[in-house]
């Protein structure tokens, strides 16, 4: 069956088919995209830190811009070749295009990668350095990492369906190095709490030393399991039995009012007991053989480390020792507009196990610089100022923080320094540290919206993408045989298109400029 007024205009709206749905689809966008950027003014007006102004790299902002313009110009131009009958320069014009779809997206590929290796942390007083980790030989970053020394581990076998169950084959193991350990005997259980409950019974593992596997954990967990139904099976007897006692002792009681009231709370008390369906936990300890080591990301812990014991996302925790929890980051800026004016001289970042004093002075330096320069440009002649500087984000961008690079020798700022411009490298530890991320969504609601915003962006310039190349690639024949029917579809790809570019110019200007 052929569709209807894919070529001619209907004679009721004076469009064919296809336009009046890419208009009605366009508005669906704009309500959308309209939407996303009232959250972001409104996220902005009410943030509740130094909201991040020229945080992106305007010159990969300003290079897709200028190709998604260049784009526009050649799809209409290709739709216009195509109505000429010129089908060579239609062809060309449609791959520019698509090749600068490609490039838009090779170049916020880029953009989102930094992102992703660039690092904020957030020390107890509210300073904030941010940086890069540190690369091995091979030039890979090398992953923020909690060291540990174990002695035992502990998991938890949950009786019911929980988020956190014990699972140490693929969060605890990954994470120790030289292998799996070996455990002592039999594993020893925690006793349930119901009165009854006998402890599990793991001599099936043997009496000699055993190692922690997959075969042998599915052995714990059946024998664990199976224990913790009969522990269950039997409080749901007792409680029968006693909900029954109880009944039988109200309906002894001679008629009245307490009669009837005691029967109704012992069948309210035995239907509960029949409805009993609590599966205990049970936890078990494992004692290893020989100290064992653990090497793992911050980020895959379930709750943060102690000096004695560490718990891994599925809940088991492993105790002895803490090795190392210390975060090493090549510092690039540090930022102080969160503390107090009278604070930030005497920031932890400047802690003589961090920046030291003369990152301090620096600072110092910097902050009266920048309080020169904007006395300089506001002066109102009478000695004042027309601008308070405290409203002024960009003064406080500058005053209150810190680019860490120096064009001195290393070794001359405080710190070990890396390599390429000189950042000084930070151990930082654990305890001075209230938070830390990758530039993610997760760092705060700025990189939360510009990730909505640009991801969600990127999408539909993908989209609009394959629809070109659709066109291009797969419609030759009606290129050849029904040219205006595709010139319809060009120019319904085209304003898909330029809406893209229209949603580009707004997002250019609001994230990277303002």
Not at 286 to 307: C, H, I, Y
Not at 352 to 377: C, M, P, S, T, V
Not at 393 to 409: I, N, Q
Request: proline fraction near 4%; aromatic fraction near 12%.
């Amino acid at each position: 069956m052929d569709i209807p007024y894919t070529v001619h205009a209907r004679p009721d709206t004076g469009l064919y088919n296809a336009k009046v749905g890419i208009w009605l689809f366009l508005a669906s966008e704009v309500m959308l995209f309209g939407g996303l950027f009232s959250s972001y003014i409104f996220l902005r007006l009410g943030a509740d830190y130094p909201w991040p102004i020229h945080e992106l790299d305007w010159t990969l902002g300003g290079i897709n811009t200028v190709v998604l313009i260049a784009s526009s110009v050649t799809v209409v131009w290709a739709w216009a070749a195509v109505k000429m009958r010129k089908h060579g320069l239609y062809k060309i014009l449609m791959l520019i295009t698509i090749l600068c779809a490609a490039v838009f997206m090779v170049n916020k590929t880029i953009e989102y990668t930094g992102k992703l290796n660039h690092w904020s942390v957030t020390l107890t007083d509210g300073s904030i350095l941010s940086g890069h980790l540190p690369k091995d030989e091979k030039g890979h970053y090398i992953p923020y990492q909690v060291k540990f020394e174990g002695q035992e581990i502990t998991l938890t076998v949950s009786g019911m369906h929980r988020a956190v169950d014990a699972n140490p084959v693929d969060y605890v193991l990954p994470h120790i190095e030289g292998g799996a350990p070996k455990f002592k005997a039999a594993p020893a259980a925690a006793a349930y709490s119901f009165a009854k409950a006998k402890s599990p019974d793991f001599s099936a593992l043997g009496s000699s030393d055993w190692e922690l596997n997959a075969s042998t954990f599915a052995q714990i967990r059946s024998i664990s399991l199976a224990a913790a139904r009969e522990a269950w099976k039997a409080e749901r007897d007792d409680k029968i039995a006693l909900a029954e006692k109880a009944l039988a002792a109200a309906e002894a009681l001679p008629e009245g009012q307490e009669r009837a009231y005691g029967i109704q709370e012992a069948k309210k008390a035995l239907t509960s007991a029949k409805n009993f369906n609590q599966v205990p936990d049970t936890k078990i300890k494992l004692v290893a053989t020989a100290p064992f080591k653990v090497a793992v990301e911050a980020s895959k812990l379930l709750a943060r480390q102690t000096a004695d014991a560490i718990i891994f996302r599925d809940g088991s925790a492993a105790t002895g020792k803490l090795l190392d929890d210390k975060f090493t980051l090549e510092a690039d800026a540090l930022d102080l507009r969160s503390l107090a004016d009278q604070a930030r001289e005497k920031s932890l970042a400047f802690d003589a196990r961090y920046l030291g004093e003369k990152w301090q002075k620096h600072f110092i330096a910097n902050r009266a610089a920048e309080n020169k320069k904007f006395d300089e440009k506001y002066s109102d002649g009478k000695g004042g100022v027309t601008r308070d500087r405290e409203k002024s984000a960009t003064f406080k961008k500058h005053a209150y923080g810190l680019h860490l690079d120096s064009p001195e020798p290393k070794g001359d700022h405080g710190g070990a320094l890396g390599d390429g411009p000189h950042h000084p490298v930070l151990h930082i530890e654990s305890k001075d540290i209230t938070f830390f991320s990758n530039y993610t969504p997760k760092l705060n609601t700025y990189y939360a919206i510009y990730f909505t915003l640009t991801g969600l962006h990127g999408l539909h310039v993908v989209a609009g993408a394959l629809v070109l190349a659709y066109f291009l690639v797969f419609n030759g024949r009606m290129l050849r045989e029904d040219p205006e029917h595709l010139a319809n579809r060009i120019e319904v790809g085209g304003l898909f298109w330029h809406f893209v570019d229209l949603i580009w110019i707004f997002l250019f200007p609001l994230l990277y400029l303002l």
